[in-house]
């Protein structure tokens, strides 16, 4: 058994794309943990999304063993978390498992919006904290800048920064034996009851669901038997190990130690992030303080192009849920798009990566209908109800006020783009909070509806910034404000699916905008149809299609049947990719593009 001394749990920390997966990947790789043989760029990112996308999303962990300079072994438990602000929560949770993080910031960029996010989960969590300045290779990398700006920014010692390349391994070793030298090393005691914390769990399609714990006291076996604390079930550990990053099984965990166990466990619902695992018998009764489970703030409609696929689209949403407690489901019916699910994610990204996952693993045609927050509605007899979709708003006769979630958003932007910023922020019914300058970047604070955020403000603030600005957010409660529900009919019928919850003032600019763009995107029909923005029974905004007989066979003149016929094939293909209103065809890219703002 490794004596406490000897081992180190340690995070790494960093925004979107300063390198934190390289690293990792020269960790592992100077210490030969993997054969070279073996060596996949990116061993972390294991799903194919992550790897597109370049992505980390899911935390993962990986043991290293280490000879050290001074010629003892170490035993070096690194957790990668992810790196997007919708995947804060498992940040900050995977923080609690370890002593210490690596805070990479590249060294051509400085710190970012996430930097500091993600460094002041490391800080809550009390962590001995390593600043290493990577992409040193680069000729536009300016250590000594990166270096004043982080104590400048967050206010920890930047001098003794560990300067990298993960790119050549310069500076691999040195980060290594920093990892030995600066980070503690845990706590815990043997003869203690077994308390270890569930830090995260997945589904196996061959192993059921695997725990990832950090053993605090105590000691694991393969063949004891476990209690959830939360929930009080009962399992028999069938397996335990660690990840060296392949699976690897292991006699027992002992204190200090991380890794995995499985113990025929059906779902991940049934494994609460922030448990506490002790033995059944002789176990200890007091549970580690616990984490709360990550809620999803951002609710859409996903229903099938094709209503047949609907069993489908069931099946594809229950397998995914397996595997991810923070993605919610329920059935929806609408009486535009037909049988669907309500779904919760924790923010847009993560919103994407499961239609994406549907739509591509699944081979299944999606309508999404728009992001929406959770809505308060404080009813007059006193009760509140909470509005998870705007077409089921209550009758406002019975409405005394509605509440919205507000975010605390920061921005990282230099200078030049600041002034654009600002109005993007505005336009979006934001109110600044704070406004500092480091060197020539400026970090704004506002307070923003999280509805106006949900959206496209990333592409928007991408595009209005060219890239450089960074962002991050969290939440900060609920606020009432005059907030009315829009409805849009089109040729008389009420599309449910394009209902939308907008604030009173900016109610007809933003229906005008939808009638517009919806007159563009719905292909005209053998008749007139108008397109209404409403809220109740009073119309905002108007625009009228006009009619057209849209005769694709009538550039074939004479009596070519065949190509006459491959036409109509052809026409009726693209019908397929719609739906039908009443009489009207709606293009699937409507219910989404109606939606975008242009400011
Ligand atoms: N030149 C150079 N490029 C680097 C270095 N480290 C990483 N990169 C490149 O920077 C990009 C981002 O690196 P990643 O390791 O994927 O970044 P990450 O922080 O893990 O990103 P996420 O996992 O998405 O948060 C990749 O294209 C890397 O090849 C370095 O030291 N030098």
């Not at 991380?258 to 025929?264: D, E, R």
Request: net charge negative.
């Amino acid at each position: 058994m490794t004596p406490l001394s000897h081992i180190r749990n340690f995070s790494i920390v960093a925004h979107i794309d300063h390198g934190k997966s390289t690293l990792a990947d020269r960790l592992i790789q100077e210490t030969n943990t993997v054969s070279l043989r073996d060596m996949k760029a990116q061993m972390l990112d294991s799903m194919d999304i992550e790897r597109e996308r370049g992505i980390t999303i899911k935390a993962q962990t990986v043991r290293i063993n280490y000879t050290a300079q001074n010629g003892e072994e170490y035993i070096l438990n690194l957790i990668d978390t992810p790196g997007h602000v919708d995947f804060a929560y498992e940040v900050s949770r995977s923080m609690r498992a370890v002593e210490g993080s690596l805070l990479v910031v590249d060294s051509t960029q400085g710190v970012e919006a996430q930097t500091l996010a993600n460094v002041y989960h490391a800080i809550d969590a009390d962590h001995e904290i390593v600043p290493v300045l990577n992409k040193i290779d680069l000729p536009a990398s300016d250590c000594d800048r990166v270096a004043e700006q982080i104590e400048d920014v967050i206010g920890i010692d930047a001098s003794e920064a560990i300067r990298v390349s993960a790119k050549t391994g310069q500076g691999i070793v040195e980060t290594l034996e920093a990892i030995v030298h600066k980070l503690p090393a845990p706590k815990g005691t043997q003869d203690a009851p077994l308390k270890a914390m569930l830090v995260d769990s997945w589904y196996d399609s061959y192993l059921g669901v695997i725990v990832l714990v950090r053993i605090m006291d105590g000691q694991l076996k393969k063949g004891d038997r476990i209690r959830m604390m939360q929930n009080g079930s009962v399992h028999h550990v069938d397996r335990i190990g660690v990840f060296r990053p392949a699976m690897t099984e292991i006699d027992s965990l002992n204190p200090g130690e991380i890794g995995f166990l499985t113990a025929s466990i059906k779902q991940v619902r049934d494994t609460r992030v922030g448990d506490t695992i002790t033995h059944e018998k002789k176990g200890t009764e007091t549970p580690l303080p616990g984490f709360k489970p990550a809620q999803p703030v951002v609710f859409c409609g996903l229903f099938p192009v094709d209503a047949a696929e609907f069993e489908d689209l069931r099946d594809s949403i229950e397998k995914l849920a397996l595997n991810d407690a923070s993605f919610s489901f329920e059935m929806e019916t609408s009486a535009a798009l037909g049988f669907g699910f309500r779904c919760g994610f924790l923010g847009l990204l993560h919103l994407e990566v499961i239609r994406d996952r549907i739509e591509r693993e699944y081979d299944i045609d999606l309508i999404t209908t728009a992001p929406s927050v959770i809505y308060d509605i404080h009813m007059k007899d006193g009760t509140v109800e909470q509005l998870h979709n705007p077409a089921d708003m209550p009758d406002l006769t019975f409405v005394d006020h509605i509440e919205e979630p507000r975010i605390k958003a920061t921005i990282l932007v230099p200078d030049e783009y600041l002034g654009d910023v600002l109005k993007l922020c505005q336009d979006r019914r934001g109110i600044q909070m704070d406004l500092t300058y480091a060197g020539s970047r400026a970090m704004v604070v506002y307070d923003l509806p999280l509805n106006e955020v949900v959206f496209d403000f990333y592409d928007r603030l991408k595009s209005v910034t060219k890239g450089y600005a960074s962002f991050d957010y969290q939440m900060i409660g609920y606020r009432q404000d005059a907030l009315v529900k829009m409805s849009i009919l089109v040729n008389d019928e009420p599309v449910d699916a394009l209902s939308t919850m907008v604030h009173r003032d900016r109610a007809e600019m933003r229906g005008r905008a939808m009638v517009e763009k919806l007159k563009d995107l719905i292909p005209r029909h053998m008749f007139k149809i108008p397109i209404q923005a409403a809220i109740g029974g009073k119309v905002i905004a108007r625009e009228t299609l006009s009619a057209m007989r849209k005769d694709v066979t009538a550039k074939c003149y004479g009596g070519d049947a065949s190509r006459k016929r491959k036409l109509l094939d052809k026409q009726k293909a693209g019908k397929k990719k719609m739906r039908q209103f009443g009489k009207v065809d709606i293009p699937q890219e409507a219910f989404i593009s109606a939606l975008k703002m242009d400011s």
